[in-house]
């Protein structure tokens, strides 16, 4: 190349995929995948890692991811080749490392591509001095690859998976049993099927599909997506999977980065993907403050949130709103111990009571002075009562409703700075996203959607 087009290659999006992604990939990390004796010549896992990466990022299909390699020069720089042609390998080579690398995470339940990642950004947090005591969160609704179709036409579409999926020889096995359904697609199938003559075809697959279970079941992976799960989020139907992606957010810091990233079926709360990811993240990073919507609370996530010394700021909350008419918990100021038990509390005016437990599990009472609050210009508002046998007056509350009550002023605090620390995350997420993988397995966007893969 000329020299200002190499300057221009290396300065562009290529370059820095090769400096601060490719070079920082680990190859030991997948040693496991490998035999330790003299066996023939493999593709570097750096380069199979990178070509799936850059793939979920462009939301390529793999024919597009194909041609790249093969063709784009910035593609060939990113992944540490500086002729084209050099490293050519078959597309199976990316199946089968997909497969082993799928493998060995059911087998041990080690994520090899999240190690990579988290390795990756670590090296980067490093690298660039970042600050990572501010992080913040957020979830993406990532759509499955399952159609809508009538019960036949599914039945019909599974059956062709299943036969694409058979070796040589059970396809002359099952030639005879597999004819019927082979001639066009399921949706042509179904076209000639008069009405009233379903049940009879549903009878006939259902025969098959049992002798197959039974004749098959030891090597047939499934054709289609079993951990997808269904939800309704603000009133509109997902199928599939919940992506969580965590990323640094202090002020001082001259890029922000994502440090993890979370996929689940998107029946999983968003509080338990907070509180899964934790440990990690705490063990990661320098993390204090955990920026996050209003899903993300719940009473395992304050215990995890108070045992690993991280204030939850939210931009929302997910409890009953407290009434208007009333001065709310969070106008209290709260002591807890290391253990979370409520200990002191301080009112609005300064008057501070010790706090005991109340006569039923989980709830507590802290007593003030009656001649004080009777003088108390919030006396009115004051959601403190009265008793009848004793100059004192009573709060009454729930250790869930003190931990509602610290949230919501430190949200209230954020607020009143005027940063919005949590927004730009949603950003990295796109809104309110919804990828749908097709069955070449490349990212199709909505018109907000998430430019990923699964």
């Known amino acids: 190349m000329p020299e200002k087009y190499r300057q221009r290659l290396e300065q562009s999006w290529a370059g820095v995929f090769y400096q601060e992604f490719f070079c920082r990939i680990d190859e030991e990390i997948f040693a496991e995948l490998y035999a330790d004796i003299p066996s023939r010549p493999n593709v570097p896992v750096n380069v199979l890692v990178g070509l799936d990466t850059l793939k979920a990022g462009f939301?390529?299909?793999?024919?597009?991811?194909?041609?790249?390699?093969?063709?784009?020069?910035?593609?060939?720089?990113?992944?540490g080749m500086h002729q084209l042609g050099e490293g050519d390998f078959d597309i199976r080579t990316v199946y089968n490392f997909r497969r082993r690398v799928t493998e060995h995470m059911h087998e041990t339940g080690e994520n090899l591509i999240e190690q990579t990642f988290e390795q990756a950004s670590d090296e980067q947090v490093q690298a660039y001095e970042l600050k990572t005591g501010k992080l913040r969160m957020d979830s993406a609704q990532i759509a499955s690859n399952i159609r809508e179709m009538t019960r036949l036409q599914l039945l019909v579409e599974v059956l062709q998976r299943v036969q694409r999926m058979l070796n040589a020889v059970d396809k002359i096995q099952y030639d005879q049993a597999f004819s019927a359904y082979l001639k066009g697609s399921s949706g042509q199938y179904v076209y000639h099927v008069k009405a009233g003559e379903s049940d009879e075809y549903l009878e006939s697959i259902g025969e098959l599909m049992r002798r197959l279970v039974r004749e098959l079941a030891s090597g047939l992976q499934s054709p289609d997506d079993w951990k997808a799960a269904f939800r309704q989020k603000r009133g509109q139907d997902y199928i599939g999977y919940a992506a969580n992606a965590t990323e640094t957010h202090d002020p001082d810091n001259s890029l922000q980065l994502i440090v993890k990233v979370q996929v689940e079926p998107n029946a999983s709360d968003d509080a338990v993907m907070l509180e899964e990811a934790l440990p990690d993240l705490k063990a990661r990073t320098d993390m204090k403050e955990m920026h996050n919507d209003g899903r993300c609370n719940s009473p395992n996530v304050d215990a995890a949130m108070r045992q690993h010394k991280v204030t939850q700021i939210q931009t929302a909350i997910r409890d009953a709103k407290p009434s208007s008419e009333k001065l709310a918990l969070e106008e209290f100021d709260w002591e807890i111990d290391d253990e979370g038990k409520t200990q002191h509390v301080t009112c609005p005016i300064g008057q501070k009571a010790a706090v005991v437990s109340g006569k039923?599990?989980?709830?507590?009472?802290?007593?003030f002075s009656q001649p004080d609050c009777d003088n108390c210009p919030l006396v009115t508002q004051c959601p403190i009562d009265a008793l009848k046998r004793k100059p004192q007056r009573a709060l009454r509350f729930s250790q869930r409703q003190v931990n509602a009550a610290r949230r919501r002023k430190h949200s209230a605090e954020a607020r009143a700075s005027g940063q919005n620390l949590r927004a730009a995350v949603e950003a990295a997420m796109r809104g309110e996203h919804n990828v749908s993988l097709n069955q070449k397995g490349s990212a199709r966007r909505s018109k907000r959607g998430l430019d990923t893969g699964k």
């Open 360 to 367: 039923r599990e989980d709830r507590y009472l802290a007593y």
């Open 59 to 79: 939301g390529w299909s793999d024919e597009q991811m194909q041609d790249a390699f093969i063709f784009d020069v910035q593609v060939c720089y990113a992944l």
